[in-house]
Protein backbone atom coordinates (compact mmCIF):
# COMPACT_ATOMS: atom_id res chain seq x y z
CA UNK A 1 0.00 0.00 0.00
CA UNK A 2 1.04 3.45 0.01
CA UNK A 3 1.55 4.09 3.29
CA UNK A 4 1.18 2.38 6.51
CA UNK A 5 -2.24 1.42 7.63
CA UNK A 6 -3.84 0.74 11.17
CA UNK A 7 -7.16 -0.46 11.99
CA UNK A 8 -9.46 0.31 13.65
CA UNK A 9 -8.73 4.14 14.21
CA UNK A 10 -10.75 3.98 17.24
CA UNK A 11 -11.03 1.45 19.95
CA UNK A 12 -13.71 1.60 22.71
CA UNK A 13 -13.06 -1.19 25.43
CA UNK A 14 -14.84 -2.58 28.71
CA UNK A 15 -12.00 -3.27 31.69
CA UNK A 16 -10.89 -6.44 31.38
CA UNK A 17 -12.19 -7.01 27.40
CA UNK A 18 -9.13 -8.01 25.17
CA UNK A 19 -8.23 -5.74 21.78
CA UNK A 20 -6.48 -6.12 18.76
CA UNK A 21 -4.40 -3.88 16.66
CA UNK A 22 -3.66 -4.39 13.33
CA UNK A 23 -0.78 -2.85 11.42
CA UNK A 24 -0.14 -3.50 7.60
CA UNK A 25 2.91 -1.89 7.12
CA UNK A 26 4.36 -0.20 3.53
CA UNK A 27 4.81 -3.03 1.00
CA UNK A 28 8.17 -4.43 1.53
CA UNK A 29 9.51 -3.39 4.48
CA UNK A 30 11.69 -5.40 6.83
CA UNK A 31 11.01 -3.62 10.15
CA UNK A 32 7.59 -2.71 11.86
CA UNK A 33 7.71 -1.15 15.45
CA UNK A 34 4.90 -0.65 18.05
CA UNK A 35 5.02 2.31 19.83
CA UNK A 36 2.80 3.65 22.72
CA UNK A 37 1.57 7.06 23.09
CA UNK A 38 -0.38 8.73 25.85
CA UNK A 39 -1.57 12.09 25.72
CA UNK A 40 0.87 15.08 25.72
CA UNK A 41 4.39 12.59 25.13
CA UNK A 42 5.86 11.50 22.35
CA UNK A 43 5.83 8.03 21.22
CA UNK A 44 7.52 5.11 23.83
CA UNK A 45 8.64 1.76 22.49
CA UNK A 46 7.28 -1.08 23.19
CA UNK A 47 8.30 -3.93 20.20
CA UNK A 48 10.22 -4.31 17.33
CA UNK A 49 10.03 -7.20 14.27
CA UNK A 50 12.75 -7.84 11.24
CA UNK A 51 10.75 -10.00 9.20
CA UNK A 52 8.81 -12.73 11.38
CA UNK A 53 11.61 -12.50 14.17
CA UNK A 54 10.56 -10.27 17.24
CA UNK A 55 13.71 -9.31 17.84
CA UNK A 56 13.32 -6.64 20.93
CA UNK A 57 10.42 -6.31 23.41
CA UNK A 58 11.41 -4.82 26.05
CA UNK A 59 8.82 -2.20 25.92
CA UNK A 60 5.55 -4.54 26.13
CA UNK A 61 4.75 -2.99 30.07
CA UNK A 62 3.11 -5.93 30.95
CA UNK A 63 2.47 -10.19 29.74
CA UNK A 64 -0.67 -8.94 28.92
CA UNK A 65 0.85 -6.96 26.06
CA UNK A 66 1.07 -9.57 22.97
CA UNK A 67 2.88 -8.68 19.85
CA UNK A 68 2.89 -11.13 16.08
CA UNK A 69 3.72 -10.68 13.17
CA UNK A 70 3.92 -13.98 11.63
CA UNK A 71 4.48 -13.95 8.02
CA UNK A 72 6.76 -11.09 8.04
CA UNK A 73 4.09 -8.09 7.36
CA UNK A 74 0.65 -7.56 8.56
CA UNK A 75 1.19 -7.29 13.02
CA UNK A 76 -1.39 -7.34 15.42
CA UNK A 77 -0.58 -6.16 18.98
CA UNK A 78 -2.97 -7.89 21.21
CA UNK A 79 -4.10 -6.45 25.13
CA UNK A 80 -5.52 -8.60 27.28
CA UNK A 81 -7.89 -7.83 30.15
CA UNK A 82 -7.41 -4.20 29.44
CA UNK A 83 -6.62 -1.91 32.44
CA UNK A 84 -7.63 1.87 31.97
CA UNK A 85 -3.89 2.84 32.20
CA UNK A 86 -3.71 1.56 28.56
CA UNK A 87 -5.84 4.09 27.47
CA UNK A 88 -3.52 5.74 24.78
CA UNK A 89 -2.67 6.00 20.85
CA UNK A 90 -1.14 3.09 19.41
CA UNK A 91 1.60 3.27 17.01
CA UNK A 92 2.90 1.16 14.26
CA UNK A 93 5.98 2.42 12.09
CA UNK A 94 7.88 0.11 9.60
CA UNK A 95 11.06 1.10 7.58
CA UNK A 96 12.80 -0.90 4.39
CA UNK A 97 15.73 -2.46 5.98
CA UNK A 98 17.17 -3.68 9.66
CA UNK A 99 19.82 -0.64 9.38
CA UNK A 100 19.58 2.29 11.93
CA UNK A 101 19.99 4.74 9.64
CA UNK A 102 16.67 3.91 7.98
CA UNK A 103 13.65 6.51 9.10
CA UNK A 104 10.82 4.75 9.88
CA UNK A 105 6.98 5.82 8.44
CA UNK A 106 3.71 5.91 10.59
CA UNK A 107 0.83 5.07 10.70
CA UNK A 108 -1.89 7.11 11.70
CA UNK A 109 -2.26 5.15 15.03
CA UNK A 110 -5.06 3.13 16.92
CA UNK A 111 -6.65 5.31 20.18
CA UNK A 112 -7.63 2.83 22.63
CA UNK A 113 -10.25 4.25 25.05
CA UNK A 114 -10.65 1.81 28.13
CA UNK A 115 -13.61 2.40 30.29
CA UNK B 1 20.79 4.31 27.86
CA UNK B 2 19.72 6.55 24.90
CA UNK B 3 17.71 9.44 25.77
CA UNK B 4 16.44 12.36 23.64
CA UNK B 5 15.36 16.27 25.62
CA UNK B 6 13.31 18.54 23.77
CA UNK B 7 13.55 20.95 26.56
CA UNK B 8 10.84 23.94 25.31
CA UNK B 9 7.19 22.00 25.75
CA UNK B 10 6.17 25.17 23.36
CA UNK B 11 7.59 27.39 21.09
CA UNK B 12 5.99 30.65 19.73
CA UNK B 13 7.01 32.80 16.60
CA UNK B 14 5.05 34.87 14.15
CA UNK B 15 4.90 33.64 10.79
CA UNK B 16 8.00 34.84 8.75
CA UNK B 17 10.42 34.82 11.48
CA UNK B 18 12.67 32.56 11.85
CA UNK B 19 12.26 29.52 13.81
CA UNK B 20 14.40 27.25 15.86
CA UNK B 21 13.19 24.24 18.14
CA UNK B 22 15.98 22.63 20.55
CA UNK B 23 16.72 18.82 21.07
CA UNK B 24 19.72 17.60 22.94
CA UNK B 25 20.46 13.60 23.01
CA UNK B 26 22.17 10.63 24.87
CA UNK B 27 23.54 7.70 23.01
CA UNK B 28 26.25 5.20 23.31
CA UNK B 29 28.73 5.77 20.44
CA UNK B 30 27.62 7.85 17.40
CA UNK B 31 23.54 9.35 17.00
CA UNK B 32 21.19 8.79 13.84
CA UNK B 33 19.01 11.85 14.50
CA UNK B 34 15.96 12.30 13.25
CA UNK B 35 12.72 14.97 13.08
CA UNK B 36 9.04 14.49 12.68
CA UNK B 37 6.25 16.49 12.33
CA UNK B 38 2.65 15.40 13.76
CA UNK B 39 -0.60 17.02 13.22
CA UNK B 40 -3.60 16.85 15.18
CA UNK B 41 -5.27 13.39 14.39
CA UNK B 42 -2.82 12.25 12.31
CA UNK B 43 0.57 9.90 12.21
CA UNK B 44 4.13 11.49 12.48
CA UNK B 45 5.80 12.21 9.06
CA UNK B 46 9.54 12.31 9.02
CA UNK B 47 11.07 15.52 8.27
CA UNK B 48 14.78 15.00 7.95
CA UNK B 49 17.54 12.68 9.67
CA UNK B 50 21.64 13.03 10.06
CA UNK B 51 23.26 10.22 9.28
CA UNK B 52 27.05 11.58 8.74
CA UNK B 53 28.57 14.00 6.76
CA UNK B 54 27.98 17.74 6.62
CA UNK B 55 26.62 19.17 9.86
CA UNK B 56 23.33 20.50 8.36
CA UNK B 57 21.07 18.73 6.87
CA UNK B 58 17.85 19.95 4.64
CA UNK B 59 14.83 18.57 4.84
CA UNK B 60 11.18 19.08 3.68
CA UNK B 61 8.86 22.24 3.86
CA UNK B 62 12.14 24.34 4.00
CA UNK B 63 13.47 22.85 7.39
CA UNK B 64 16.74 22.05 8.50
CA UNK B 65 18.69 20.84 11.62
CA UNK B 66 22.30 21.27 12.89
CA UNK B 67 24.40 18.73 13.94
CA UNK B 68 26.60 19.60 17.04
CA UNK B 69 28.58 16.63 18.50
CA UNK B 70 30.25 18.75 21.02
CA UNK B 71 26.94 19.97 22.18
CA UNK B 72 25.37 16.76 21.89
CA UNK B 73 22.43 18.95 20.03
CA UNK B 74 20.14 18.64 16.68
CA UNK B 75 17.91 21.55 16.83
CA UNK B 76 15.60 22.16 13.87
CA UNK B 77 15.34 25.53 12.35
CA UNK B 78 13.59 26.87 9.50
CA UNK B 79 14.78 30.61 8.20
CA UNK B 80 10.95 31.95 7.66
CA UNK B 81 7.87 30.19 9.59
CA UNK B 82 4.86 29.93 8.06
CA UNK B 83 1.06 29.52 9.94
CA UNK B 84 0.83 26.23 8.29
CA UNK B 85 3.80 24.83 10.20
CA UNK B 86 1.99 24.66 13.40
CA UNK B 87 2.38 21.20 14.86
CA UNK B 88 3.72 19.05 17.15
CA UNK B 89 7.40 18.36 16.53
CA UNK B 90 9.69 15.33 17.60
CA UNK B 91 13.46 14.64 17.86
CA UNK B 92 14.36 11.09 17.97
CA UNK B 93 17.85 9.43 18.04
CA UNK B 94 19.40 5.70 17.31
CA UNK B 95 22.78 4.80 18.00
CA UNK B 96 25.05 3.50 15.78
CA UNK B 97 25.90 0.09 17.62
CA UNK B 98 22.42 -0.61 17.65
CA UNK B 99 21.20 -1.17 14.13
CA UNK B 100 17.72 -2.22 13.70
CA UNK B 101 16.27 -1.03 17.20
CA UNK B 102 13.48 1.45 17.92
CA UNK B 103 13.93 4.97 17.65
CA UNK B 104 13.98 6.80 21.00
CA UNK B 105 11.49 9.90 21.15
CA UNK B 106 11.69 13.18 23.20
CA UNK B 107 8.63 14.68 24.56
CA UNK B 108 7.28 17.04 21.77
CA UNK B 109 7.64 20.33 21.46
CA UNK B 110 4.76 22.23 20.06
CA UNK B 111 5.37 24.80 17.69
CA UNK B 112 2.62 27.74 17.24
CA UNK B 113 2.86 30.38 14.48
CA UNK B 114 0.98 33.55 14.88
CA UNK B 115 -0.24 35.66 11.85
Known amino acids: GAGVSQSPRYKVAKRGQDVALRCDPI?????LFWYQQALGQGPEFLTY????????KSGLPSDRFFAERPEGSVSTLKIQRTQQEDSAVYLC?????????????FGQGTRLTVV | AQSVAQPEDQVNVAEGNPLTVKCTYS??????LFWYVQYPNRGLQFLLK??????LVKGSYGFEAEFNKSQTSFHLKKPSALVSDSALYFC?????????????FGKGTTLSVSS
Open chain 1, 93 to 105: ASSLTGVGNTEAF
Open chain 1, 27 to 31: SGHVS
Open chain 1, 49 to 56: FQNEAQLD
Open chain 2, 27 to 32: VSGNPY
Open chain 2, 50 to 55: YITGDN
Open chain 2, 92 to 104: AVRGTNQAGTALI
